[in-house]
């Protein structure tokens, strides 16, 4: 049977979307229109129940019941008073949030002709970064009269000062919470003796983001065992037994993961939680659970912020932490105002030309930052969509750190060394294969290379994708101390320890201790967009519009969101990398929903700017699907979520969905407006 994706360009509908240009249902947070039809609040209203002792507010029916410790009416009260002192500011910046993107998307609009007779790099080339709107303020770009405020410096807690390897995963089941747990116990067992030593000279323990945001589904129980998760991680009660296996799992006596817990975006409503008829924020619903369960212990009030854009929203950040303090120390006398502490993503590229005012702005709360670099090149390519003349840096392009971040992450060093942040890279998230060892061997040249420039750059850390990568991660960093004391042996013996081919040696040691790829200076034309990973006409690696980069984007993006569909939230996807032999090997690239926001982005510019027709699209989309259905391998093209179980039935939908975040000329601010109605009554 032949798996058919209509060829039109019509809008998908989800169970509860309103017809185009139906009615919204008014909110108090307006945005929140854009995720929740009338005919889905109704439908969530009707399938909830009342909340017992708290006036006015329905909670999906089963999480109650499921689960009464977190579910409390003591939590459901704390919630409602947060909400209702924070909720008006959170719909001031919302509302401005889509003024500003209806600017921007404007003002890049106008210059397309003023640009099409220009060098992509002349100086003259007109972009909307450092314009002003009719009320003066830069809506994207850096601030040249902000200062700075020097008396704002970071008081970074004891428990998080260290060498910052940060593994980032799920926490909403115990045993993957346990494993992150244990992170820094995990001992391959080819693991070379220079690795242990250098780990136990340090001392130093793994952080875990502890994600809630781009790692997972966004149901409503995964939220709660997190919840409940990292309650039992904080008081060291957690364990799991596995009858399947005959296995349990515990966690150690010593050197545990200190874990940081990410909550979702401002943007995405909660359907689960609805008071006098509208939904809470998703945000609010996560972070609020986890301060009242964990309000006594210091090191369980460390949050990653996602997708914060200027110092505005940092403002609503900031009322939210103090009015949850406030309404804690009401509860609990002895509790102490200013614990709470805020690592910041800045993965928006508005956010990062405004580090420095985000920080000051979340004082005493601000810990430090880190540059998520998928979702930067997502929203990025987001802010540049009217430009027919901007290219994404393409997916396939296995040095995008090394080669397009660099004014990134310098601007992070510079802006947050002077008080005392801590400065974190992004993500490393190409897995080997196990069992594989020319997997492994590409997987880590490719590890050490990304380890080492962040490190060359100023940053005092990174994420991983996997817990097989945190003691190697410590390990580098500990023989990049001894290189930067002036003994290069460290480095070089581990380096080819962990990477045994001979022919890797001298080129992967001619890039540690060469020098970093050049940068821009602040005085060229072109720095604002460099900063921007935004300089780029062309890839050098692969067209955008190649129909293999076309067809790999669509391949990862449909396994992907059948995935999420069936409620996971990421996924190790096959991909390969090329060896110094040239040999094309086998590796897994860790999708999340960001890398597949950057893919469906990059997709719908090369669409909607007419590189790529839509039958072209289409066949490309049909033939992926089917190739997915029929389940045979093919090499370079191996099928990681399969059509089978929970995923067949989800696959037609993700089709459908992707194809309507590209065919269209009005894409969804994220994905998740289109797939958010699918997480109901789950």
């Not at 601030?143 to 428990?159: E, I, S």
């Not at 080492?452 to 990049?480: E, N, S």
């Not at 320890?497 to 602040?522: N, R, Y």
Request: hydrophobic share 40%; glycine share 6%; proline share 7%.
């Amino acid at each position: 049977m032949s798996i058919s994706v209509a060829a039109t360009s019509a809008r998908v509908p989800s169970p509860f979307e309103a017809p185009s240009g139906a009615e919204k249902a008014p909110m108090k947070i307006e945005y929140y229109s854009d995720y929740i039809s009338p005919d889905l609040l109704t439908h969530l209203i009707q399938n909830s129940e009342d909340a017992p002792g708290v006036e006015g507010l329905k909670v999906a029916s089963g999480p109650i019941g499921e689960f009464p410790d977190i579910e409390t009416p003591e939590a459901h009260k704390f919630l409602i008073e947060l909400y209702l002192r924070t909720r008006d500011h959170l719909n001031k910046v919302l509302v401005q949030r889509a003024k500003d993107r209806a600017f921007i998307d404007q003002k890049t609009s106008e210059f397309v002709a003023h640009n099409a007779e220009l060098d992509f790099h002349s100086p003259a080339y007109k972009t909307v970064i450092g314009l002003k709107d009719d009320e003066g303020r830069i809506v994207i770009g850096p601030n040249p009269d902000y200062r700075g405020d020097a008396t704002k410096t970071v008081d970074v807690p004891r428990f998080m000062e260290g060498i910052q390897v940060t593994l980032f995963g799920p926490p909403d089941t115990a045993k993957l919470s346990i494993n992150a747990m244990n992170a820094i116990h995990r001992i391959p067992k080819a693991e070379p003796k220079i690795v242990s030593d250098l780990v136990n000279e340090s001392g130093e323990v793994a952080r875990w983001g502890a994600d809630n945001e781009d790692s997972k589904t966004p149901i409503m129980r995964n939220f709660l065992h997190a919840c409940r998760n990292l309650v039992g991680c904080f008081d060291g009660t957690l364990s799991f037994d596995d009858p399947d296996r005959n296995k349990s799992y515990r966690l150690e006596n010593e050197r545990l993961s200190k874990p940081i817990k990410r909550f979702p975006g401002l943007a995405i409503p909660d359907g689960n939680h609805i008071l006098d008829g509208e939904p809470l924020p998703l945000h609010l619903f996560d972070f609020g659970m986890h301060m009242f369960h964990n309000w006594d212990k210091p090191e369980a009030l460390v949050f990653y912020v996602p997708k914060l854009e200027n110092e505005e929203e940092a403002a609503y950040i900031h009322h939210l932490v103090k009015s949850a303090e406030e309404l804690l120390q009401t509860r609990h006398p002895e509790y102490q105002m200013g614990q709470v502490r805020l690592f910041i993503v800045y993965e928006n590229p508005r956010a990062i030309f405004r580090i420095r005012e985000i920080a000051d702005t979340l004082h005493p709360y601000f810990l430090g930052g880190s540059l998520g670099w998928h979702d930067f090149l997502g929203s990025t390519a987001r802010v540049f969509k009217n430009d027919p003349r901007y290219r994404i840096p393409v997916k396939a392009d296995p040095n995008i750190v090394i080669n397009h971040i660099k004014e990134s992450h310098t601007l992070l060093v510079e802006k947050l060394s002077p008080i005392g942040g801590i400065k974190i890279g992004g993500m490393y998230g190409v897995l080997f294969e196990d069992g594989n060892p020319a997997s492994y061997e590409v997987s880590m040249v490719g590890y050490i290379k990304d380890v080492i420039t962040q490190l060359k750059r100023g940053l005092d850390g990174f994420w991983v994708a996997h817990p097989d990568f945190v003691r190697t991660g410590i390990a580098l960093v500990m023989a990049y101390r001894d290189l930067a004391a002036g003994d290069e042996t460290t480095l070089t013996t581990l380096v080819k320890e962990l990477v045994p081919s001979a022919v890797e040696h001298e080129p992967l040691l001619e890039f540690i201790f060469g020098t970093d790829v050049p940068g821009l200076d602040k005085s060229d034309p072109l720095y604002p967009r460099a900063v921007l990973a935004a300089t780029l006409e062309k890839s050098d690696v692969i067209a955008n519009d190649d129909p293999e980069e076309v067809r790999y984007n669509v391949f990862q993006a449909l396994q992907y969101l059948a995935d999420w569909l069936s409620g996971n939230g990421c996924v190790a996807l096959p991909a390969t990398m090329t060896n110094r032999a040239g040999q094309a090997i086998t590796v897994r690239v860790m999708d999340d929903l960001a890398t597949t926001e950057r893919s469906r982005w990059e997709l719908w510019a090369e669409v909607a700017h007419g590189r790529v027709s839509v039958p072209e699209f289409d066949a490309i989309l049909q033939a992926e699907l089917e190739f997915i259905r029929a389940g045979k391998d093919a090499p370079g093209h191996e099928i990681a979520v399969k059509w089978e179980g929970e995923a067949a039935k989800w696959y037609p939908k993700a089709a459908e969905i992707l194809r309507q975040l590209v065919v269209t000329d009005r894409p969804v601010e994220f994905a998740t407006e289109l797939l958010l109605p699918y997480t109901v009554n789950r």
